[in-house]
DNA sequence: TTTGGATAGTTGCACAAACAACTATATGCC
DNA sequence: GGCATATAGTTGTTTGTGCAACTATCCAAA
């Protein structure tokens, strides 16, 4: 048994991503205080869309780890916001590239710095090698489940 | 800057549980090949009824950091597949205590190892002392933010 | 004993996720 | 060129979540 580290009781937070939840619910009420109204899912596709715009919806699955037809409806639901456009490819009209707008231009700094100031609560008293370490076992999940 | 650990590019996965999620999925999976018709949400539950059966919905809502229509509409789906029996408390009528039917008393040893074998194939490759690592530094970020 | 506040649970609404089925376009092979 | 197949995206359905507003019950203090 190389792996049984999880006796019962232990396994459920792991399923559950009970600090993952915790994480994000935080930074929603920050958005939420601050104002701002879109989601974290939201945030999340503008999250890469501030690292690259013009991706196709297809290369947001990629990066965001969702399905198609949830692609489809946040970029629907920030469309409605006005925080990005579709625009069709000129070179393979099957595609739609996704830009931004300046109002989720203007967004990219202020939710970054609540982001940071989230995960800076969230690791308050865990010493850095210790992030270090979960980092990567949360890397190597992935990897191994993907 | 004590916790400067997540440069722009790491907060990402934090935030949006990357690792909890695919758990999830994976065990999902197992479920539905196992012909299992539940869902992880649904098992969530069931898992602290296993281990103590007769508890009120608010304690449920404890169990599995939901709110309380999140109980009330999970506890209605399992009722619906006849897996949990709402009881009114006979001390005081507001309370609903939710008791385990015959079903789902036999659903716990197959759905319990299917958890195990979901996580001995995430955490394979990863050595114990990482994996304690990793549970710790979680259970402070859940700690620091609830 | 009444009244006001707390607690348990439900309902409505908006948003999101997973799955299946669908349309439209592109591509490769004959 | 024409057809099979793959790819990009959309739509419908079920399930779950978070918030606000609501009902019912309990309890404690005037």
Sequence with gaps: MPNNQFKKGELYSFI???ASTAIARRLQKKFNTAGLNITIEQWSVLYH??????ISQQELCNATFRD??????????????????RVAS????????????KQSQKLQEETMAL????????????PT????????????VYDNLK
């Design 16 to 18: 559950t991503g009970k």
């Design 49 to 54: 869309l501030w690292k690259q715009e013009g």
């Design 115 to 126: 982001a940071d100031e989230t995960l800076n609560e969230a690791l308050e008293t865990v």
């Design 129 to 140: 090698d210790k992030v270090d370490i979960c980092k990567e076992v949360l890397q190597i």
């Design 90 to 101: 000129e070179n393979d009209r099957r595609i739609n590239l996704i830009f931004l707008t």
């Design 68 to 85: 198609k037809p949830s692609i489809t409806r946040l970029v629907d639901n920030l469309e409605k916001l006005n925080l990005v456009k």
